[in-house]
């Protein structure tokens, strides 16, 4: 089975495309052998792609916990706990995506998810591109990938 990494964010909202810049820079990069390299605009797209996979990461913007382009890797477990926020422009967040996935698929949902969360100011409408301290934290956050690919949490 497949190591997925998702990308989560609209590009058009500043560095709410975070999640997606990590998922351009590790195709560009060259991800390797068994990783399926996925994005979504939103969590609710999550739902598919959340089964079929040994491991899913997840790569998303958050609020708060640290500066703008700090990292974080979490457990879906530990949000609910945190002081970080994922970024949710529709409504539904990355944790109520989880829950409800294992409430509709509890027997092919993957057990094994981490998030790879960059914290961001909060998006202010419309605008193409990331903020430099989202710019900066996009290696480390793709380094961060690629420690969970790896197994090293």
């Known amino acids: 089975m497949v190591v997925r990494v998702i990308?989560?964010?609209?590009?058009?909202?500043?560095?709410?495309?975070?999640?997606?810049?990590?998922?351009?820079?590790?195709?560009v990069e060259g991800a390797g052998e068994g990783i399926d390299l996925c994005e979504v605009n939103e969590p609710s797209a999550l739902l598919p792609l959340l089964s079929g996979a040994r491991r899913v990461i997840l790569v998303d913007a958050a609020l708060g916990?640290?500066?703008?382009?700090?990292?974080?890797v979490l457990a879906p477990e530990s949000l609910a706990a945190q002081e970080i926020t994922p970024i949710s422009t529709h409504g539904i967040s990355v944790g109520q995506a989880l829950g409800l996935a294992r409430v509709l698929a509890p027997d092919e949902v993957c057990p094994d998810i981490?998030?790879?969360?960059v914290s961001v100011e909060r998006p202010a409408g419309l605008a193409y591109g990331l903020s430099a301290e989202a710019l900066a934290a996009v290696p480390r956050a793709t380094e961060?990938?690629?420690?969970?690919?790896?197994?090293v949490s």
């Open 7 to 27: 990308g989560i964010g609209q590009r058009a909202a500043g560095d709410d495309g975070v999640g997606p810049a990590v998922i351009d820079a590790l195709r």
């Open 114 to 117: 981490h998030i790879v969360a």
């Open 65 to 72: 916990g640290g500066g703008p382009g700090t990292i974080h």
């Open 144 to 151: 961060a990938v690629r420690n969970l690919v790896a197994g």
